[in-house]
């Protein structure tokens, strides 16, 4: 089992940044891929960006490339996600996730965390 606990979100002012952390613990190897998801109210939960172990492969929405940015210690066993230039549009609960895969570009989960709201005001 992997446990994930994100941090970090927050209510931010349009073209504000926040950066959330993401803890990860238990029985985690070099095979996971890290990445962060969110959801909004009625909405799928939708892929926003990768990482995998060592940091050299890393995926993106293309909406989200160029104002997020994903990062790893881990000799923290911590995952952030920068997200920079923020948007009305980017307010969402916003999950991290572990997985094997890489399946379209997209992580796809096998754990998540318990979420963590981020809200941009106009």
């Known amino acids: 089992q992997v446990q994930l606990v994100e941090s970090g979100g927050g209510l931010v002012q349009a073209g504000g940044s926040l950066r959330l952390s993401c803890v990860v613990s238990g029985r985690t190897s070099s095979r996971y891929f890290m990445g962060w998801f969110r959801q909004t109210p009625g909405k799928e939960r939708k892929f926003v960006a990768a990482?995998?172990?060592?940091?050299?492969?890393?995926y993106y929405t293309n909406s989200e490339k160029g104002r997020f940015t994903i990062s790893r210690d881990n000799a923290k066993n911590t995952v952030y996600l920068q997200m920079n230039s923020l948007k009305p549009e980017d307010t969402a609960v916003y999950y991290c996730a572990a997985g094997t895969d890489i399946v379209g570009s997209s992580l796809r989960p096998d754990y998540w965390g318990q979420g963590t709201q981020v809200t941009v005001s106009s």
């Open positions: 990482i995998n172990w060592s940091g050299r492969n890393i």
